[in-house]
């Protein structure tokens, strides 16, 4: 009998759990969520696999606290990790370099659990802070760089596209663009390589509502953590299932990833926001684009804020 697709899934939580529910309603295949909390991953894989006669997926799903379940997975998602968060006595905020610190050992311990049962996945890594995370799940993983990648590219450009589309009045899928860089206030939207069903971009909306759209785009995540008093995660779980669907449905997508360079844009060891195609290898290429100076310096602006967190990591 020929074997399903198997995507792991670690952290249950918000963004862990919704991938789950959109990769299963996409037939992508057999789902494994794993989380620490016991009973959590196994009653949200349990509820979601109960909603399979309503929503007509056959795809299995196994909640676990431990790893012998996710042996042999073709795709793992790392989700796990902690967000920033406001101390109730001293009202300061979590520090970049404590989230670091903290994330950095959870990403550092899934991943050994990972590379030792699924020798062939590849890593799709969620967790933040995204670039530095990848740069773990890299070295803990002793990996190819073409089979660990990070996700923050779609989501960035999914919320650029939106907003567009909402200004311009037209589908979401007549626009065509991309958002590079690090994944934080630095990215890098690339408005000259946008259009809109092949009509360039700048030819249809002024320069000042681009440039609040680019803004807009940039603190997209604090806007919805504004609202909600916590991250998003409907459209960072269906970026994440998007990346997955690329591999195991080696779709060759080109979609803007976040990958190891080398030498790609002038940069070297670097995780950083490039377009890359996407196939069952994980990553098949990465194309460079021609960048315009001021896009250049702003990848560059970019790959500084990440190379700043990515020296806190002992690698
Ligand atoms: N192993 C497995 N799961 C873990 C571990 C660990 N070592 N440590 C934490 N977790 C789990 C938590 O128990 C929790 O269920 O990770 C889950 C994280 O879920 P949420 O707190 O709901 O966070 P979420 O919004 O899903 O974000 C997850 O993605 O976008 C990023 O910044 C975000 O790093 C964060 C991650």
């Not at 080696?250 to 995780?271: F, I, M, Q, T």
Request: proline share 5%.
């Amino acid at each position: 009998m020929s074997r399903r697709n198997k995507i792991t899934i670690v952290g249950a939580g918000n963004v862990g759990a919704t991938t789950a529910h959109w990769a299963v309603q996409k037939h992508l295949g057999d789902v494994v969520l794993v989380d620490i909390q016991d009973g959590f991953p196994q009653g949200k894989a349990l509820d979601l696999a109960e909603s399979s006669p309503v929503m007509g997926f056959d795809c299995k799903l196994v909640g676990s606290c431990g790893y012998d379940e996710t042996a042999d997975s073709d795709v793992v998602v790392i989700t796990a990790g902690v967000p920033r968060r406001k101390d109730p006595k001293t009202g300061q905020y979590t520090s970049r370099d404590e989230l670091v610190e903290i994330n950095r050992k959870i990403v550092a311990g899934v991943t050994k659990e990972i590379a030792t049962r699924s020798p062939e996945a590849v890593i799709i890594c969620v967790a933040n802070p995204l670039d530095a995370m990848c740069h773990v799940a890299f070295h803990e993983s002793g990996f190819p760089k073409e089979r660990v990648i990070g996700m923050a590219g779609v989501l960035d450009t999914a919320r650029y596209k939106y907003f567009l589309s909402e200004a311009l009045g037209v589908s979401v899928e007549d626009i065509h663009g991309m958002v590079l860089g690090g994944h934080g206030d630095t990215m890098v939207p690339l408005p000259s390589h946008t259009s809109v069903a092949g009509i360039p971009l700048t030819e249809l909306l002024p320069q000042d509502k681009i440039d609040a759209i680019i803004q807009r785009t940039r603190k997209g995540g604090g806007e919805i953590v504004g609202l909600l008093g916590y991250s998003g995660y409907y459209a960072p779980a269906a970026s994440s299932c998007a990346m997955v669907e690329a591999i195991v449905r080696d779709r060759k997508r080109v979609l803007p990833s976040a990958c190891l360079l080398s030498g790609e844009y002038g940069y070297n060891d670097l995780y950083i926001g490039v377009p890359a195609v996407l196939g069952k290898n994980g990553v098949e290429r990465i194309i460079e684009m021609k960048l315009g100076p001021k896009e250049k310096d702003m990848l560059e602006i970019s790959a500084n804020a990440v190379r700043d967190v990515v020296k806190l990591l002992p690698y």
